[in-house]
């Protein structure tokens, strides 16, 4: 028997959108004021009255989950990992790929318009070739996530993304899921190992290429005061052994406390409260010494801080901290061993809208700090000026060993790259279909010596299976 697929209602799905549209909007009009003043006091509401404000506060995010569930089905599409082409500024969102004078190789973690999920493709840029594709099994990964933390719901299996995906010497591939760590398998994409707790933002190697340093959550700090550990998230500094073992797990709060930086976390938001008042977004271990680091020393972004710090894990110190001029910023490395680099959001809020740059006209940047000078450069501004990058949230950036620059504009779906001179190389935006851009979530550049040694090692040897 030959079972006809369901036909759709258009109009009684059309009218629930509608209405979760309507509900989604008031909720949040009627509550925003409600919630602000319980959060900040609590003044005139009794304590089940603050707890129920607080749990109607949830409920513009289920609305908003229910409404793109809604449009992946109607539309056959995964809906939230899109990004309308219309919402960008097409005058700039083009792409000029491949591009044969570079010799680099791109790791590319973008919805694929075939299996309309999330995968991760390793791409040969001179000539556009995809080298190998690693295809998660999200059903797999998300019957491995439980509801956990308050901070991290586990959301829809339609909304997941391989967050910064990382590529180990044997061809098997690590990345996040912002409520879970994973290390896929390098030929049939099998989960060799999860990790059901919430890692988010960038994963890294160690100096010593033997674990990882992620960014994670603490539960377990503010025992000292229950008010501040219900209603604060807390960002820790995670380090994972390569085969799924936590070796620590330090809350970035205590680290701060400890070193007399509570003023710096909580003492800056004056009336209003950030449940959110970290947000760690980097972490980077030092690979050798320099002149004003150790090694082993980690170079972290707190973007809700403004704010780089330099950690030493093995005596638990701050041993630098600078807060501004970058505002919000995202991803940060070492250069030499006198400078870093940050790349800086430049805005004052989070909402994605061109209104939160200071000035109109204002773009990300790329910000050079000179320890020895105390100078700050901007060795990137002729090209940024041009391509206009506006990524408000998240955003990547990595100053190459040949002087160029390596760009994701995360919240516009392009990456582009630059020479050393400043100028255009290539630029690339992931077309998912006439009207949508594939979202990406932290590509990866590497150059062609570290790729070569990988080749042999599991893309010749998968396709011999």
Sequence with gaps: ??????????????????????????????TAAA????????????DRQNYWINEISKFPYQVRTAVYELASYILDK?????????????????????????????LLPAVDSEYKRATIKLIRIADGKIIWQWIPNWDAIHDGISEKLTFVPKGSINRYMAQHPLILGNGDVIFNTNNSLIRLEKCGGNIRWLLNYPYHHSNELSADQ????????SEDYFDFNPWIKKHIRDDSIANVSLDGSLISNNS?????????LTALLLGTSGVSFNVDPIHLNQIVEASQDGNYWKRGDLLISARHLSTIFIYRPSTKKVVWYKQGPWMNQ?????LDNRRIYVFNNNVFGGIPSTELFLKINDTNKIMVYDFS????????????????PKTI?????????????????????????????????WSLVIDYDKDNISKISWSRYYNQSEISPLLENFVDACQKL
């Design 1 to 30: 028997m030959i079972h006809e697929k369901p036909k759709r209602n258009w109009l009684f799905l059309g009218h629930m959108v509608f209405v979760a549209f309507v509900i989604f909007i008031v909720t949040v009009l009627t």
């Design 35 to 46: 919630v602000r003043h319980s959060l900040v006091s609590g003044v005139g509401f009794s």
């Design 78 to 106: 995964p809906s939230a990992l899109l990004i309308m082409r219309s919402n960008t500024n097409t005058a700039y969102h083009s792409s000029n790929f491949p591009e044969s004078s570079d010799p680099g190789y791109l």
């Design 210 to 217: 033997k674990s990882l340093w992620v960014n994670s959550i």
């Design 252 to 260: 970035f709060s205590e680290i701060l406390i400890s070193n007399d």
């Design 330 to 334: 995202h991803s940060v490395g070492f």
């Design 373 to 388: 000078s105390g100078l700050i450069s901007e060795p990137f501004k002729q090209s940024l000026a041009s391509l206009k």
């Design 393 to 425: 949230t998240e955003g990547r950036a990595q100053i190459l060993s040949d002087g160029g620059l390596f760009f994701e504009e995360t919240n516009n779906g392009r990456i582009f790259r630059t020479t050393k001179d400043d100028k255009l190389l």
